[in-house]
């Protein structure tokens, strides 16, 4: 199993262009997440989705958009991005009821 | 989810004993005390959790107060490959819906 897979490792963009990260997972899961790591700081949830075809806002949702049209598969979208989306982006899957979420390696974002 | 408070940085000898604290004062009776661990701005993972008793597996021990509103991690022989920011999560058991808060955690540094 490769688990949890995030496309892509590293990406730069400049103010105002779009982009889509994509997220996938082999486990099976329900459940996936999308969340963000500023420098220093913890993770913070921006969506959710709880079953294909569903998703939900988390904590700081606001610039971001995502889709689950298929199970394996979370995306993470970023309409027009700004210098305040420069971050670290992880997403987990997990099973309906768990106590472990399986995070992936990450991407790096930066927007100039 | 109840909030969690644990120290910025520590420092423990390679072979030595590393136990990491975390008080979780206004924890709810149903609510569970999760450990995750985060190398080097990898993805985070997961390491132990606990409701009442204290658990034990390969990676670690957690040690839970009677009144539950303090924790200990315990990491029996500390390698360099334990150094890494440890984050103490309190969460109720289904996390679908209530995805994990993540705090500033606890930055382990294990020394040669």
């Known amino acids: 199993n490769a688990g949890v897979t995030q496309t892509p490792k590293f990406r730069v963009l400049k103010t105002g262009q779009s982009m889509t990260l994509l997220c996938a997972q082999d486990m099976n899961h329900e459940y996936m997440y999308w969340y963000r790591q500023d420098p220093g700081m913890g993770l913070r949830l921006i969506h959710y989705?709880?079953?294909?075809?569903?998703?939900a806002k988390g904590e700081v949702p606001d610039g971001y958009n995502v889709s689950r049209l298929k199970k394996q598969n979370f995306l993470l979208g970023l309409e027009s991005a700004a210098p305040s989306q420069t971050s670290v982006y992880f997403c987990?899957?997990?099973?309906?009821?768990?106590?472990?979420?399986?995070f992936g390696p990450g991407t790096r974002l930066t927007v100039t | 989810d109840a909030k969690t408070t644990q120290p910025p940085s520590m420092d423990c000898a390679e072979g030595r004993a590393a136990n990491l604290p975390c008080n979780h004062s206004?924890?709810?009776?149903?609510?569970?005390v999760y450990w995750y661990r985060q190398i080097h701005s990898q993805g985070p993972q997961y390491i132990i959790h606990?409701?009442?008793n204290n658990e034990t597996n390969e990676m670690a021990s957690l040690i839970i107060t009677e009144d539950r509103k303090s924790s200990t991690l315990i990491l029996p022989h500390a390698t360099l490959r334990d150094t890494a920011v440890y984050y103490c999560i309190v969460s109720l058991l289904v996390t679908g819906r209530r995805a994990l808060t993540f705090g500033s955690g606890t930055r382990l540094q294990v020394q040669p």
């Open positions: 987990a899957s997990s099973y309906v009821i768990s106590y472990e979420q399986y």
């Open positions: 606990g409701l009442k």
């Open positions: 206004t924890i709810s009776g149903n609510e569970y």
């Open positions: 989705s709880v079953g294909e075809g569903t998703t």
